[in-house]
């Protein structure tokens, strides 16, 4: 399976994007469908994820909450982060995600495989 993430950009303060991560290959079918930021000088850091398989569940990191929307296309086999009232706080290359497992969705180190990364910076 491989991971293509699209969708960055440059916008100001207040603005919106939308990326969208497209898996490839056979036998698709992951736990969940995460996205992590990690920005110059900072650790990689949990943003949002969708379960897959099952029944729709989302969850968020507390600093995106109500301004990100994580959403699924299973017949596409693609996952999208719709991104409004941007910050420049949000600045960060972005990376989807494949994989997790129950009590373990926020954790980077549970998702395999990685999309290459998509840059998002926001003006201020």
């Known amino acids: 399976v491989q991971l293509q993430a699209s969708g960055g950009g440059l916008v100001q303060a207040g603005g919106s994007l939308r990326l969208a991560c497209a898996a490839s290959g056979s036998s698709f079918s992951p736990y969940a469908m995460g996205w992590f930021r990690q920005a110059p000088g900072k650790e990689r850091e949990f943003v949002a994820a969708v379960t897959w398989r099952d029944a729709l569940m989302t969850y968020y990191a507390d600093s995106v909450r109500g301004r990100f929307t994580i959403s699924r296309d299973r017949a596409k086999n693609t996952v999208y982060l719709r991104m409004n009232s941007l910050e420049p706080e949000d600045t960060a290359v972005y990376y989807c995600?494949?994989?997790?497992?129950?009590?373990?969705?926020?954790?980077?180190?549970?998702?395999?495989?990685w999309g290459q990364g998509t840059q998002v910076t926001v003006s201020s």
């Open positions: 995600a494949a994989g997790a497992r129950p009590g373990a969705i926020f954790q980077a180190r549970s998702y395999f495989p």
